[in-house]
Nanobody, 123 residues
Framework: HVQLVESGGGLVQPGGSLRLSCAAS????????IAWFHQAPGKEREAVSC????????YYADSVKGRFTISRDNTKNTVYLQMNSLKPEDTAVYYC????????????????WGQGTQVTVSS
């Protein structure tokens, strides 16, 4: 059974940082492309970042380029999203997703999802 669990969300002031983790169980994360999506209330789920199986290719939404960094530690079966210089508009539930295909910005391309972790950026 494929399972992804996100953690690391919380309340942070504008300009602050958080590191999200996406831990996998039941399958070797190293064989999967992993993406982070976020969804704000009343809005569609949007792609934030993606990392290829090798880790050599990474992609970022324009809104987070230069502020967020995605990485993977296959020895820990975990993918991370380091979020710096956070803005109120980053407030959303963040989900990680896994698929055997290439990176994609479309949620429908991902087979497995975590339950999400809330990120709130507010003073």
């Amino acid at each position: 059974h494929v399972q992804l669990v996100e953690s690391g969300g919380g309340l942070v002031q504008p300009g602050g940082s958080l590191r999200l983790s996406c831990a996998a169980s039941g399958f070797p994360l190293k064989d999967y492309t992993i993406a982070w999506f976020h969804q704000a209330p009343g809005k569609e789920r949007e792609a934030v970042s993606c990392i290829s199986v090798s880790g050599g290719d990474t992609y970022y939404a324009d809104s987070v380029k230069g502020r967020f960094t995605i990485s993977r530690d296959n020895t820990k079966n975990t993918v991370y999203l380091q979020m710096n210089s956070l803005k109120p508009e980053d407030t959303a539930v963040y989900y990680c997703a896994a698929d055997r295909g290439a990176c994609s910005a479309y949620p429908a391309d991902f087979d497995s999802w975590g339950q999400g972790t809330q990120v709130t950026v507010s003073s």
